[in-house]
């Protein structure tokens, strides 16, 4: 599986941005996608993940209410919406796909990787 991840940029606190993940290749093996991020510093966490199939969903504690992930199979794309941004929220996302049965979000229980996109939220 390919993934390709863009949408990021530079937005204000209390802005909103989308980020998107387009999957190609074995996209049939896909059971979990998530998004993921590591600010300078830091491990990378998990923010959000998403079932492909019956879309029963996961979010990080610190994203709750502000986030949403969310795919469209037809397209083999996951998204994430970001709002009420917070400068704590500055990080690369990455998105990702596991072939775990189950709602996985811990980033050893995913298999492929797309290339970052940086987001920076400004105070």
């Known amino acids: 599986v390919q993934l390709q991840a863009f949408g990021g940029g530079l937005v204000q606190a209390g802005g909103s941005l989308r980020l998107s993940c387009a999957a190609s290749?074995?996209?049939?093996?896909?059971?979990?996608a998530g998004w993921f991020r590591q600010a300078p510093g830091k491990e990378r966490e998990s923010v959000a993940a998403?079932?492909?199939?019956?879309?029963?969903?996961y979010y990080a504690d610190s994203v709750k209410g502000r986030f949403t992930i969310s795919r469209d199979n037809a397209k083999n794309s996951v998204y994430l919406q970001m709002n009420s941004l917070k400068p704590e929220d500055t990080a690369v996302y990455y998105c990702?796909?596991?072939?775990?049965?189950?709602?996985?979000?811990?980033?050893?229980?995913?298999?492929?990787w797309g290339q970052g996109t940086q987001v920076t939220v400004s105070s």
């Open positions: 990702a796909t596991s072939r775990t049965y189950g709602l996985a979000f811990n980033d050893y229980e995913y298999d492929y």
């Open positions: 290749g074995r996209t049939f093996s896909i059971y979990t």
């Open positions: 998403i079932t492909w199939s019956s879309g029963r969903t």
